[in-house]
Nanobody, 123 residues
């Protein structure tokens, strides 16, 4: 069992930056795959970035590649999503999720979800 909680969302102007945090508890964190997903109003939830347990494997969706970076600090049981050069199309609720086993990208494979944090980018 894993509990995850997001923080760090907010309102930012286009071109600005935010760093989201996903704090986890309840399991050996280094065994847990963590993903970031987002859901814009009226759209389906989509994968944004993911990272394996030891941080050696990361995956970032093409639409944010070069702007978003995922990382983790297992000593702090936390995964970060650094978001730079934000644009209005990045506006969404961002969710952190966790899972065991292989695979990083598929939303249906994640078992443990946070409540989400709103990111709003103004033009």
């Amino acid at each position: 069992q894993v509990q995850v909680e997001e923080s760090g969302g907010g309102l930012v102007q286009a071109g600005g930056s935010l760093r989201l945090s996903c704090a986890a508890s309840g399991s050996t964190f280094s065994r847990v795959v963590v993903g970031w997903f987002r859901q814009a109003l009226g759209k389906e939830r989509e994968f944004v970035a993911g990272i394996n347990g030891n941080g050696g494997v990361t995956l970032v969706v093409n639409s944010v590649k070069g702007r978003f970076t995922i990382s983790r600090d297992n000593a702090k049981n936390t995964v970060y999503l650094q978001m730079n050069n934000l644009n209005p199309e990045d506006t969404a609720v961002y969710f952190c999720a966790a899972k065991y086993g292989l695979g990083i990208k598929l939303v249906d494979e994640y078992d443990y979800w946070g409540q989400g944090t709103q990111v709003t980018v103004s033009s």
